[in-house]
């Protein structure tokens, strides 16, 4: 029987011969572009964006706020040139632009707490739809919004402000940037050409 | 289950009666092997590399000078990695970096039949295992996995040869070519079929 029992061992220690895909693996190797849109909506009748002026960092350790790093200028400044890029006009905030473009970076490392995008709205220190001009509304986040936990991510989020629904702002695009290397300055470059590359149907008309 | 437990008190029962029988070699013996394995089929699709990490390990006895039973287990691993590409999902895409990897541990009730009697120098034979896999199919979007286990059932034909080092030597050189089926479906895999090579030694031992 002691043949059978040292079988067994072996047959326990086998998992231990496995190649683990996460060594070795480089930041740029690690990180993710997902992209989510809403079906319905025809991304062609819009014409005009304005984005915000500074990035929203929400942490599940210290208190919402908003920041505007040397990172969060970058990031700002490439996504206005991506959307600029993708034939939308850029105007001021107080112009009544067709899409609001909100940025946020998600810091969930330190606990795996759920993330569910939500809740953020009803946090002080996001975006109030009143920056946007729509003071006592709500924004509505669909169902193709994802869940995160644990890790740092940014979030890049159109909002239609052309067709508020029941006193909410209707997010219809989201990009989701999550992986090592993220809040680090030298990849903005690359993660916002990937998101607005791989979404081809965002254009306008012209 | 209860196959295993049938197969364990025919076991007791042959070593009992072990010694009843005149063989050239002891009935008991165990076998090690080094194993590559090439993926067919659908499994192709999901992983085209051949895996050269793969071994096998077995227990086997010997009815009579010819026809043997035993149980065998092993571990193979396939692993491609994809350079970054855009793939659709549900209402959007994602652009990563993708690590396909399956694990399998197969736990099999064997039989074998030696074409010649145990003094010849060659000794070929053919074989069956059947019996259960655990399949590991855990596919990486940059560091994020989408992992799936379960239970499969699997069947595995094989010709082989064995050389004694040695007439009456109680070591033996194997080498084999197996075929394996598994009705496995998950994802992209609608079927698990592999040609896997094996190298190595069987040892009579009691």
């Known amino acids: ?206 | 289950m209860k196959s295993l437990k049938n197969w364990i008190l025919m076991m007791i029962a042959f070593m009992g009666v072990q010694s009843a029988s005149a063989q050239m070699r002891s009935p008991l013996s165990v076998n090690v092997d080094y194993s590559i394995a090439q993926p067919l089929g659908s499994l192709k699709d999901y992983t085209d590399k051949t895996s050269f990490r793969g071994w096998r390990a077995g227990l086997q006895y010997q009815l009579n000078d010819q026809l043997a039973i035993g149980i065998r287990s092993g571990y193979q691993e396939f692993f491609q990695k994809l350079p970054r590409a855009v793939y659709p999902i549900k209402g959007g895409e994602i652009s990563a970096v993708q690590t396909r990897t399956l694990q399998v541990v197969p736990i099999l009730a064997t039989v074998q039949y030696q074409l010649t009697k145990p003094d010849a120098k060659v000794i070929p034979y053919v074989g069956l295992g059947a019996g259960a896999a655990n399949m590991e199919y855990n596919k990486y979007y940059g560091e994020f996995s989408d992992k799936y286990t379960g239970w499969q059932f699997m069947a595995t034909p094989e010709v082989g040869i064995n050389i004694p080092f040695g007439q009456g030597s109680p070591l033996l050189f194997n080498a084999s070519i197996q075929y394996t089926y598994s009705p496995y479906k998950i994802q992209e895999i609608t079927n698990y079929n592999v040609v896997q090579a094996n190298v190595g030694l069987r040892l009579h031992i009691n």
Do not use: H
Request: net charge neutral; aromatic share 14%.
């Open chain 1, 1 to 206: 029987m002691y043949l059978m029992s040292a079988s067994l061992i072996l047959t326990a220690s086998i998992s231990s011969c496995s190649k683990d895909p996460l060594k070795n693996m480089t930041d740029e190797e690690s990180r993710i572009y997902v992209t989510n849109r809403a079906d319905s909506v025809d991304f062609t009748t819009y014409a005009t964006f304005s984005i915000a002026d500074s990035v929203a960092v929400i942490s599940n350790t210290s208190n919402d706020r908003r920041e505007l790093t040397d990172y969060d200028k970058k990031l700002i400044a490439d996504v206005s040139a991506a959307m600029v890029a993708k034939g939308y006009k850029l105007i001021a905030r107080t112009g009544k632009p067709d899409l609001a473009v909100n940025l946020t970076r998600i810091d969930n490392t330190y606990s795996s707490v759920y993330y569910d995008p939500g809740y953020w709205s009803g946090i002080g220190g996001y975006y109030d739809p009143f920056y946007w001009g729509y003071g006592g509304y709500g924004y509505y986040w669909p169902s193709y919004y994802q869940v995160y936990q644990k890790e740092r991510a940014v979030s890049i989020d159109l909002i239609d402000l052309k067709n508020p629904k029941n006193n909410q702002l209707v997010a219809i695009w989201n990009a989701m940037l999550r992986g090592s290397g993220v809040w680090n300055i030298n990849n903005v470059d690359s993660m916002v050409t990937a998101v607005f590359a791989q979404s081809t149907y965002l254009k306008t008309s012209n």
